[in-house]
């Protein structure tokens, strides 16, 4: 069963001025959700493979999964077992890890509608599964979420939770809290109303739901909504901030990360992109989208809300991963959660109130011109600002942000921050949309670039506490992986060419990386197999919206396929083909 717990995570001591997670569980050998545990840090408080030796690593089995598109997900291992989720059609797969090579226990076909492939704004992706109690939780391409007998693979219950009539699509990991499984929506691209859920465990019954646009009363905004700053107060602003009934179509999609402070009780997500990304077309601040809502676990009310880029103008969605930390701040002890924005900045902010502590660029930013701290809002540049029969050019970070989906780790022995980048900037023109549900609805022509310096790609590391990049390094193609880090000081990523990579914690030296068969979107793990030894495991298939161009095989003299994104990656064919492939890696 997942339960909570404040106990910290590695085998061996911090340093002593190093702030620590929250919400963590003592290092037991596993990985059971996807972010590894309710703090978020992708954090393996395993230590075998280290600085040392970590040069020594050898492929220990592989696995396909025999679907070569978009492998987003993180391998979930509980026990002797590890599960795995694939892109549409959605198998979830269950791998002996008692016997050698890790064989198939079963396979779970779960057979979603095949319209949901067409309807699907960035590739048919999946971000992984959750287990507790016994059971695999994970969500379908057709907006269906499905509880299986992890022992079984025997389906216990499926609920039909979004319709793909009106573009609604769900790709993102769901999260076990408190017997409630919860999950969200995707289709922002197609004017679908954003939404979260928690389902009971053990019926699939729904037990809350917040919508992210619309009346207080459907938004979950109640008596205990306290906001900090003045822009996010006021009654039924999901209406109000909105051109008539346009919040109907408003986008605010729950697709991303969601983190759980159990002292608290509460939940932290992002809300994304407001539909369209034509600007004009929805004058306000167009709550409740582009923000970070915090809820209470057991009812879903709502009881802060931050709004990262208010009448969003660049398709920044707000859907990124939140670190929940324990650490000082100007001299006091704050429970913190860090977030490293789409719109390229790394917030600072207290999770009891939703104050922003800091807000720092930790990439080219063009687009915007800072945080005002006072009051928390979003400062754009006039200049960048997409207008229809105008090309605005060079606006950075592009649509995807300095930073996608893709979550960063956190480690409480180094202090930093493993940051995957994305160095692209882009030329715009804004265009009319008409809502049409089941259509793109999105107003824009997008050309993507590479970013200053001409590297379209970036792995960081950041040191929170100094407020500043402690060093980076620069890839050929915009980093799409998720990070991990361990206790043996070493943090890996994959590339969108193929090579996974593993990196001197403290340092950022390369120390070691091995070609897989394709591109890597997925986000590795780390976990204890019943032999007793350290093993590290990662999905390879390229696509995502970055890798479009090669999982959709879509022509590269196309500057606006993929929304754009092409334009940035033409040559990403010449360096990799699709793929489906498991790869994990052990000492000899």
């Given amino acids: 069963m997942i339960q909570s717990s404040t106990a910290q995570e590695s085998n061996s001591q911090p340093d002593a001025i190093s702030p620590r997670s929250a919400a963590v569980q003592e290092e037991d050998g596993q990985w059971l959700m996807a972010a590894k545990n309710y703090a978020s840090t992708r954090f393996s408080g395993l230590d075998e493979i280290n600085a040392m030796n970590v040069k020594d690593l050898k492929v220990a089995y592989t696995f396909s999964t025999g679907v070569n598109r978009g492998q987003e997900a993180a391998p979930i291992v509980a026990g002797g077992t590890m599960y795995v989720v694939t892109p549409f059609p959605n198998y979830l797969y269950a791998l002996d890890l008692t016997k050698p090579g890790a064989p198939p226990k079963w396979k779970f076909e779960p057979n979603p509608d095949p319209s949901a492939q067409g309807i699907a704004c960035c590739d048919v992706v999946n971000r992984g599964a959750a287990y507790a109690d016994g059971r695999v939780f994970f969500n379908t391409l057709d907006s269906q979420t499905i509880a299986v007998d992890a022992e079984t693979g025997k389906e216990l219950w499926r609920v039909q939770l979004g319709d793909i009539n009106k573009g609604e699509t769900m790709t993102m990991a769901p999260l076990l809290v408190k017997g409630k499984v919860i999950v969200g929506n995707s289709g922002g691209e197609y004017g679908v109303r954003g939404w979260i859920a928690a389902l009971d465990a053990t019926t699939g019954t729904t037990v809350w739901k917040a919508f992210s ?122 429970k913190l959660l860090v977030r490293p924005e789409r719109n390229g900045h790394l917030y600072v902010m207290d999770r009891a109130t939703g104050e922003v502590l800091s807000a720092d660029p930790f990439h080219a930013i063009t687009g915007t011109l800072g ?218």
Avoid at 557 to 586: C, E, H, S
Wanted: proline letters at 8%.
């Fill in 213 to 334: 646009t619309g009346p207080d009363a459907e938004v979950l905004i109640g008596p205990d909504f306290k906001p900090f700053y003045a822009m996010d107060q006021g009654k039924d602003l999901g209406v109000t901030t909105w051109p008539p009934n346009a919040w109907e179509q408003g986008g605010g999609n729950v697709w991303g990360w969601i983190s759980y402070d159990p002292e608290l009780n509460l939940i932290y997500y992002g809300t994304g992109n407001p539909g369209p990304w034509n600007a004009d077309l929805r004058p306000g601040d167009n709550k409740w989208t582009a923000g970070i809502f915090a809820r209470d676990a057991d009812t879903g009310q709502a009881r802060w809300f931050y709004q990262w880029s208010p009448h969003d103008l660049y398709d920044h969605d707000g859907v990124n991963e939140n670190i929940l930390l324990n650490m000082q701040w100007d001299g006091k002890a704050r």
């Fill in 371 to 588: 945080v005002d701290l006072k009051t928390g809002r979003l400062r754009y540049n006039p200049e960048k600002e997409p207008k229809v029969g105008r090309v605005v050019r060079d606006i950075c970070p592009a649509a995807p942000g300095a930073k996608d989906w893709n979550p960063s780790a956190f480690s409480p022995r180094t202090g930093l921050l493993y940051l995957p980048h994305i160095n692209i900037c882009m030329d715009v023109e804004a265009t009319e949309a008409n809502y049409i549900a089941g259509t793109p609805y999105v107003g824009m022509e997008v050309r993507m670039k590479a970013g200053p310096g001409g590297h379209r790609g970036e792995f960081s590391a950041w040191d929170i506490a100094a407020r500043k990049e402690a060093w980076t390094i620069n890839e050929k193609f915009p980093v799409w992986s998720g990070a991990l880090v361990t206790a043996g000081d070493v943090v890996f990523y994959g590339t969108l060419d193929g090579w996974f990579k593993a990196l001197d914690a403290r340092s950022g030296e390369l120390l070691w990386q091995f070609k897989t068969s394709s591109g890597i979107i997925g986000q590795p793990v780390a976990y204890r197999g019943p032999d007793g030894k350290q093993y590290v495991a990662v999905l390879s298939g390229v696509g995502g919206w970055s890798g479009a161009i090669v999982a959709g095989d879509l022509d590269p003299r196309d500057a606006t396929a993929a929304l754009g994104f092409v334009n940035a990656v033409p040559d990403l064919k010449q360096a990799t083909t699709p793929g489906g492939t498991l790869y994990v890696f052990a000492l000899p």
